[in-house]
């Protein structure tokens, strides 16, 4: 079974600093594909940020040069440093992993946290 535990998330004002960790099953880890998504009130849930197991980034353009996404495979945890936060920014942000091969082939999801930032 897959587990993704994440944590970090919190109240904070415009221009503010979060940083939100996410703990993943160790028997997927290192392969995976790990990800951030975000879901604010009344929209689709949307990517933030993705990286790869050997390192590589990617991240939607509303978030380029605020948020940096990392990954230590030693202790299985992703984190997501979120900078210069906007009111914008505020939604349940969820942890993603993309596990390309069995027995727990497919996407996982932790159960999300919540980032407020207020004006």
């Known amino acids: 079974q897959v587990q993704l535990v994440e944590s970090g998330g919190g109240l904070v004002q415009t221009g503010g600093s979060l940083r939100l960790s996410c703990v993943a099953s160790?028997?997927?880890?290192?392969?995976?594909?790990m990800g951030w998504y975000r879901q604010a009130p009344g929209k689709q849930r949307e990517l933030v940020a993705t990286?790869?197991?050997?390192?590589?980034?990617n991240y939607a353009d509303s978030v380029k040069g605020r948020f940096t996404i990392s990954r230590d495979n030693a202790k299985n945890t992703v984190s997501l440093q979120m900078n210069s936060l906007k009111p914008e920014d505020t939604a349940v942000y969820y942890c993603?992993?993309?596990?390309?091969?069995?027995?727990?082939?497919?996407?996982?999801w932790g159960q999300g946290t919540q980032v407020t930032v207020s004006s």
């Open positions: 160790g028997t997927i880890f290192s392969s995976a594909t």
């Open positions: 993603n992993a993309e596990v390309k091969s069995k027995p727990f082939l497919g996407a996982h």
């Open positions: 990286i790869t197991g050997g390192g590589s980034s």
